[in-house]
Every structure is written in structure tokens, then in C-alpha cells.
């Protein structure tokens, strides 16, 4: 089994950064592609961004492009979202998610594994 360990969240005032990342154990070498979701009270969770473990396929929300870097450092088992510019629409709970195929997908049924959330707070 994968356990995922979302961390880094917190409170920030528009315009400030955050450093999420997420520590992977127990991963095998089919976990193959990662993203970050975020989900907003009464709505359904979305997909921010995504990348395959190889590096060959990213993929992000229009809303956070310029701003949002996902990166995944393979000796640590450790994918990273690093978010600039920070906009009260991007509060919420970010989820950290494992795939076990290669291709690159958003979907939250796609995903295998997912960590617990932490919590974004972007203050106006």
C-alpha cells in the first residue's frame, strides 16, 4: 500500500507563497504520475496540477499557470506544489494524489491513493 502526508499549508495573505508537499511510503515503481486537487466546502474536488513521475507530461488549471509549480523529486518519494502569487480563490483543502499508471490523467477517480489534505487559506 501507498500512504500519502500532505504538509505545508497554513495561512497567507494574497499575493504571499506556499511550499506544499507531499512524502509517499510504501510507493511502488507503478505509482506512476501524481497531481494535487483542491476542494472548496459543498463542491467537488478538482484537479490543480499533475505530472508523470518520468517528467514527460504536466498538466495545470489555467488558474494557477504562472503561478503553481508541481515538481516531484523521486528519491524522496516527495511531489511538491509550490504556489506563488496566492489569490483568495485559491483557499482550500489540498489533497496530494498516486496513480499507478503512466499517462498523466486529472480525474479524482483515476487516482489510486490520497493523502489526508491540508488546509490553504488565502486572506484578501
Known amino acids: 500500500q501507498v500512504q500519502l502526508v500532505e504538509s505545508g499549508g497554513g495561512l497567507v495573505q494574497a499575493g504571499g507563497s506556499l511550499r506544499l508537499s507531499c512524502v509517499a511510503s510504501?510507493?511502488?515503481?507503478?505509482?506512476?504520475?501524481m497531481g494535487w486537487f483542491r476542494q472548496v466546502p459543498g463542491k467537488e474536488r478538482e484537479p490543480v496540477a499533475a505530472m508523470t513521475r518520468s517528467g514527460d507530461s504536466i498538466w495545470y488549471a489555467t488558474s494557477v499557470w504562472g503561478r503553481f509549480t508541481i515538481s516531484i523529486d523521486n528519491a524522496r518519494n516527495t511531489v511538491y506544489l509550490q504556489m506563488n502569487s496566492l489569490k483568495p480563490e485559491d483557499t482550500g483543502v489540498y489533497y496530494c494524489?498516486?496513480?499507478?499508471?503512466?499517462?498523466?490523467?486529472?480525474?479524482?477517480?483515476?487516482?489510486?491513493?490520497w493523502g489526508q489534505g491540508t488546509q490553504v487559506t488565502v486572506s484578501s
Open positions: 510504501g510507493r511502488s515503481s507503478s505509482d506512476a504520475a
Open positions: 494524489a498516486a496513480r499507478g499508471s503512466s499517462s498523466l490523467h486529472i480525474l479524482t477517480t483515476a487516482y489510486d491513493y
